[in-house]
């Protein structure tokens, strides 16, 4: 299992620009980093109405959409983190989960005032303090 972060605030806090800083930082390191953005309200456009995936996604218990050097997978499944994780993430050292404040068992890095419990990161602080924190046990 890969060592699982969260980086949690409220919307406009600096999560996704903390997270662009960390991840080729890791990669420098040699690590194979990989990510999950949480969508509590259902907002991320991953698919439009009424295109063929869709249309058959309703039907299905997966649908893919593979291009060149890419694959989209729709799959129904419940808002479990940890369990994307041991199954599509196992092949990585390390994953970001952007969201997920409330989740419990996994490290956190907090940013702005929320009163959640975990590393707390005041604008972009050095980041190799922000890794340590990720990497110890």
Same mark, same amino acid.
């Given at each position: 299992?890969?060592?699982?972060?969260?980086?949690?605030?409220?919307?406009?806090?600096?999560?996704?620009?903390?997270?662009?800083? +960390?991840?080729? /930082?890791? &990669? =420098? =390191? *040699?690590?194979?980093? *990989?990510?999950?953005?949480?969508?509590?309200? %259902?907002?991320?456009?991953?698919?439009?109405e009424g295109s063929d995936t869709q249309r058959v996604f309703i039907l299905t218990h997966?649908?893919?959409?593979?291009?060149?050097?890419?694959?989209? +997978?729709? &799959?129904?499944?419940?808002?479990?983190?940890?369990?994307?994780? &041991?199954?599509?993430?196992?092949?990585?050292?390390?994953?970001?989960? /952007? *969201?997920?404040?409330?989740?419990? %068992?996994?490290?956190?890095?907090? +940013?702005?005032?929320?009163?959640? /419990?975990?590393?707390?990161?005041?604008?972009?602080?050095?980041?190799?303090?922000?890794?340590?924190?990720?990497?110890?046990?």
């Open positions: 299992m890969p060592k699982v972060v969260s980086v949690v605030g409220y919307h406009n806090s600096g999560k996704t620009t903390l997270i662009e800083k +960390l991840i080729p /930082e890791l &990669q =420098r =390191r *040699g690590l194979k980093v *990989g990510y999950i953005k949480h969508d509590p309200k %259902g907002h991320g456009i991953t698919d439009k997966k649908t893919a959409l593979l291009s060149p050097g890419k694959l989209t +997978l729709w &799959q129904m499944a419940e808002d479990e983190p940890l369990k994307v994780v &041991q199954e599509y993430f196992k092949d990585c050292d390390v994953v970001i989960l /952007e *969201g997920w404040k409330s989740l419990e %068992g996994v490290k956190k890095i907090v +940013l702005g005032e929320l009163c959640v /419990e975990g590393f707390r990161v005041e604008g972009l602080r050095e980041l190799s303090d922000v890794i340590d924190y990720i990497m110890k046990d």
